[in-house]
C-alpha cells in the first residue's frame, strides 16, 4: 500500500503473539502488491533494513535481490554479518559490492564535516544505482521507512530518507512494510523473523558510519584505529552488561598526535576518545558514567591492542552543548 497510514487504533505491538499477527498480515499484502516481480532493497545490516528483508525473504524469497554496499567505514564484523545472517542463514537473493576503495579513494585529503558526509551520502546512490541498473526486470524498491521517519518529516524536523536520490529515470514503485511500525515494535518483529538479538536491538549507528568518527581527512591507518577501538569498546560493554542499558557508545579517533612512552622509547601517537551516552529523544543527552575498573580496563585494552594509539580520553560533554557524533 503506497503512502499508508497507521491507524489511530491501531494497538502497539508489545508482545510476540502481536508481532506474529503483524507479520502474517503484512506477508499476504507483500505477496498481492507484488506479485511475480521483483524488489530491490538497499540492505545496510541495520536494524529497519535488516527486518524489511527478512520479511521479503519470507514473502517472496528469491523475488527480492538485496544488496549491501561496503563502504569501508562499517564497523568490525558488520558486512561478515550481514552475509552470514542473510546469504547463508536466510539463503536470500544477496549482492555484496565492497566499495571500500572507491569511497576511501575519494575522501582522501578531504577535511571538511559536511563535504565528507555529501560524498559519502553521494557515492552510496552512485554505487547503488549502478548495481541496480545491471539487474533486469526490478520493479520495485524496499525500504526500511518507519512510522517516526514520517511524523518527522512531517513536522519539518528532517527530511525523510526516501527513494529521493536515486537519479530521474530510476522510478520504482515503493514497498515499505514496516512504514507504520515504531522503533520497538520493528525489533520485536524482527526477532520473531529470526534475526539475531544483536541485530534487532543494536544501538544507533549513524549512515556515514565510521566517516564522522575519524574527524578530519580520513585515512586508512586512522580508521582502522577506530574501527578497532570501536570494537574492544563493544565487546567490554557486552561483557559488563551495558549492551542495550547504555542508548550509544563508540569511540573516535581525532587527528592529532601526542608524545608518550612505550618500553622506554619515545612515541608520538593518536588519542581515541571513548563515549558513552544516554537519551530519549537524542535532542537532549546525558553521559553514562563508566565505573574506574572499566575505565582502567579499556584503557590499558585500547593501548595495548590498537596501534597508533597512546592516550584514552572519556568526553564528559553532555548534550547540548555538544553533538553525539564529532561531525
Ligand atoms: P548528533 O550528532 O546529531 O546525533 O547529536 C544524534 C543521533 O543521530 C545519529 N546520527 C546520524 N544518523 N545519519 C544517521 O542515520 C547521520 O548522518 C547521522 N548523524 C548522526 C547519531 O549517531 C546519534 O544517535
Redesign the pocket.
Known amino acids: 500500500m503506497v503512502n499508508e497510514r497507521r491507524p489511530d487504533d491501531m494497538v502497539r505491538i508489545t508482545t510476540p503473539e502481536l508481532a506474529d499477527a503483524y507479520i502474517e498480515e503484512r506477508i499476504a499484502a507483500l505477496k498481492a502488491q507484488v506479485g511475480d516481480k521483483k524488489v530491490l532493497l538497499a540492505l545496510s545490516g541495520g536494524v529497519d533494513s535488516s527486518v524489511v528483508a527478512a520479511m521479503l525473504i519470507k514473502a517472496i524469497g528469491q523475488q527480492l535481490v538485496c544488496v549491501h554496499v561496503n563502504h569501508g567505514l562499517l564497523r568490525k564484523g558488520e558486512p561478515e554479518q550481514v552475509i552470514e545472517v542473510f546469504q547463508n542463514q536466510m539463503k536470500a537473493n544477496l549482492v555484496y559490492v565492497d566499495a571500500t576503495d572507491c569511497f576511501l579513494d575519494k575522501l582522501a585529503g578531504v577535511s571538511d564535516p559536511e563535504t565528507k558526509?555529501k560524498i559519502i551520502g553521494g557515492e552510496f546512490i552512485k554505487v547503488f544505482a549502478e548495481e541496480a541498473r545491471k539487474l533486469d526486470g526490478i520493479e520495485f524498491l524496499a525500504q526500511g521507512t518507519i512510522w517516526p521517519d514520517i511524523l518527522e518529516s512531517e513536522a519539518g524536523i528532517k527530511a525523510h530518507h526516501n527513494a529521493g536520490g536515486l537519479p530521474e529515470d530510476m522510478k520504482f514503485e515503493l514497498v515499505e512494510p514496516v512504514r507504520i511500525l515504531f522503533k520497538d515494535e520493528v525489533r520485536i518483529v524482527g526477532e520473531r523473523l529470526g534475526l539475531p538479538a544483536n541485530m534487532v536491538y543494536r544501538q544507533?549507528?549513524?549512515?556515514?558510519g565510521l566517516g564522522?568518527r575519524c574527524p578530519g581527512a580520513i585515512t586508512r591507518d586512522r580508521l582502522e584505529a577506530v574501527r578497532e577501538s570501536d570494537a574492544i569498546l563493544r565487546e567490554e560493554f557486552a561483557k559488563n552488561g551495558l549492551e542495550g542499558k547504555v542508548w550509544?557508545y563508540f569511540t573516535v579517533v581525532p587527528d592529532f598526535k601526542s608524545t608518550g612512552v612505550k618500553d622506554g622509547k619515545r612515541t608520538f601517537d593518536w588519542p581515541c576518545i571513548i563515549r558513552a551516552i544516554n537519551t530519549t529523544d537524542?535532542m537532549e543527552?546525558t553521559v553514562e558514567h563508566l565505573s574506574d575498573e572499566l575505565i582502567d580496563h579499556l584503557v590499558n585494552r585500547i593501548i595495548k591492542e590498537v596501534p597508533g594509539i597512546n592516550r584514552v580520553l572519556f568526553d564528559y560533554t553532555p548534550?547540548p552543548p555538544a553533538?553525539?557524533?564529532y561531525e
Open positions: 558526509r544507533p549507528f549513524p549512515g556515514p564522522v550509544q537524542v543527552v548534550k553533538t553525539v557524533e
